[in-house]
């Protein structure tokens, strides 16, 4: 029988609130040469709050993650965050969903394991019936690896230099956000018409 009374018994919530002090953070894991990839019929599948905190994932994302989902849950989503994708990418997915407007991104995650693998990113705001912004929810597919190796690999290698040159971080960031607007823009395109013709 359940006993409110009695101390040996934890509430869920602090189940939740225990686990999220203890898990761990992606800037503490060493990341492996090791490549995962997902299958060609996989899809990735998470939702947030405002605050990019995880409300869901799927089952696919538990299994290459290497996290259960009780971690997971409440878990900032930058949980995942690869040390090797550059910031500007991450101010121009936020900048837009704070828009409402949807994004399509190549991201590289990083696994519990230091594993990590690539995905093709579709990220959208999710609205209530009145029409504010209640979350996000995020999708991701395997992506076609010859365009990560030819084409975004470099180019996340060039922002990511650019953000190093500068002393000050948000120096960096700006002349990195300024060097890739220029990239897609003088290919006369939005940004995920850009990501979406490589
Ligand atoms: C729905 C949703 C899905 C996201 N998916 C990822 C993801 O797969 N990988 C990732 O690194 N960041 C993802 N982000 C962005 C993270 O919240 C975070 O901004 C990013 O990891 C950079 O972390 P940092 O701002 O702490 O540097 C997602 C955000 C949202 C709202």
Redesign the pocket.
Known sequence: MFNKQNSDVIEPESVQNALQKTSPKSNEIKPTDNQLSLNDHEI?V???DLA?KIKYVNDTFIKISGYSEVEMMGA???V???PV?P?AI?HL??ER?SRGKHVFAY?I?LSKNGDHYW?M?H?CPSFDAEGSVIG???S?RKPDMKIVNDIIIPLYKQLSDIEASETSKKAGLEKSIDAFDKIFRAEGVKYNEFILSL
Do not use: D, P
């Open positions: 990735i998470s939702k947030t990019g900032q989503h930058n995942v965050r690869h994708m910031r991450f997915l936020w969903l991201l995650n995905v990113a990220i996000y929810h995020s991701r």
